[in-house]
């Protein structure tokens, strides 16, 4: 059968009953005054690292369970079918705790890793620039030695959790002359001097999940703040970046699923000439597609969750995968909101919101043109 799901085991399937247990009580009522204020409560991080769902795959030494990333997915599946794009619980343990749990110092784990873990502390990555979007190459923020610290100026834009966050990790350039190479990754604690937030930025979706400008004005940063070694931060971000989309792609399947689940109810009930919108032979057709591809897509995300959790997973092949489950889902979810007719356009249905919150899937974590370019690299 095509919906029975290999890639998991009976425990993560318990583990998904809990999730779902948690987001009903603690998120979903929540939800609607978040996306009102365009950022969560603070207090739901504390409740997501006592039930443990946070730093999941960090070990157990560091405050996480030691487990694998088929429990994060799960996490990612749980939230995405119920249309939550915020807190960015995946962001904060599955994007920038593995730079720590890769690279960082003994020191460095036991500063950031417990507290990430116990939601005592959120943390963020910058590398976006007003100048430099998916050029993380070209950005032009810098960290510059002066004496025994590193003095960090610049910019950066529409930073995940940036509202929120106690720390950020920073692409940085320590030596402007040597491009790519030049590039390290810096943690700037949040209430250091120099450090600012710019405007609130109004997103068209995704609206519980906080963004934010960053500004950084010379702001001095001891050298324990490093994250490994000087001129290697290009690397390590292209060595975690596969990790971050398929996440992407976990999240965009997990959707996809979902407005179909919504469409099935809604045509099964819905009065029209005489029947219900699923008598419709045209209903009944697309939503045959709808089905048959996102079951396709389901089976392609899967595989790909097996790979990573295997250490198989490739650059290109997560970046193909990225660029073609973004843009079915979008397909898939513009083609469910048509059988809702004006109501599809209300945004007090999830179908509304969930067409609107995939067009940025196509944008960020890589844009889809250049993970095509990726793709066309290896042809």
């Known amino acids: 059968m095509l919906n029975t799901r290999s890639v998991l085991e ?3 399937e318990d583990f ?8 009903e009580r603690e998120v979903v009522p929540n939800y609607p005054e978040w996306e009102k204020n365009g950022v969560v409560d603070r207090e739901v991080w504390p409740k997501a690292g006592e039930e443990g769902l946070l730093l999941m795959t960090a ?12 429990y994060a997915a799960v996490l990612n599946e749980e939230m995405s079918k119920r249309g ?10 599955d994007i920038v705790a593995p730079y720590f749990t890769h690279y960082g110092t003994e020191e460095q784990k036991q500063r950031f890793l417990p507290r990430m873990a116990r939601g005592e502390i959120i943390g963020s990555i910058a590398m976006t620039e007003p100048g430099a979007g998916s050029d993380v190459q070209n950005i032009k923020t810098t960290a510059l030695k002066d004496g025994n610290e590193y003095v960090v100026s610049g910019a950066k834009t529409f930073i995940t959790n940036g509202e929120l966050a106690d720390f950020v990790l920073v692409a940085a350039k320590t030596d402007p002359s040597l491009g790519a190479k030049g590039i390290s990754l810096i943690v700037v604690e949040t209430n250091r001097e120099g450090f600012s937030r710019g405007k609130k930025l109004d997103k068209m979706g995704e609206k519980a999940q906080d963004i934010a400008e960053l500004h950084f004005d010379n702001i001095r940063v001891p050298p324990e703040n490093l994250i490994g070694e000087e001129g290697k931060g290009f690397k390590y971000l292209m060595e975690q970046l596969p990790q971050e989309r398929l996440g992407l792609v976990l999240k ?18 819905r009065q029209a000439f005489g029947g219900v919108l699923l008598d419709l032979q045209n209903t009944r057709f697309k939503l045959a597609e709808c089905k048959t591809e996102t079951q396709i897509a389901r089976l392609y995300a899967d595989r790909l969750l097996e790979m990573h959790i295997k250490g198989e997973l490739d650059v290109a092949t997560v970046c193909g995968a990225k660029f073609w489950m973004s843009e079915l ?8 909101l048509q059988f809702f007719g004006g109501y599809g356009y ?4 999830p179908i509304a919101k969930a067409y609107i919150n995939a067009r940025v899937h196509k944008i960020y974590a890589g844009s889809n043109e250049i993970m095509r370019e990726v ?3 290896t042809l």
């Open 84 to 93: 939550i794009s915020g807190p960015g619980f995946g962001l904060h343990s």
């Open 59 to 70: 070990a157990e030494e560091y405050g996480g369970a030691g487990v694998d990333f088929r």
């Open 329 to 336: 889902e979008q397909k898939v979810i513009d083609t469910c």
């Open 375 to 377: 793709v066309a690299r």
């Open 16 to 23: 998904r009953r809990a999730v779902a247990a948690f987001m």
């Open 252 to 269: 965009c399947c997990a959707s996809m699923e979902a407005a179909l689940e919504w469409t099935l109810e809604h045509v099964k009930q």
């Open 10 to 12: 009976p425990e993560h």
């Open 346 to 349: 209300m945004m007090e249905y």
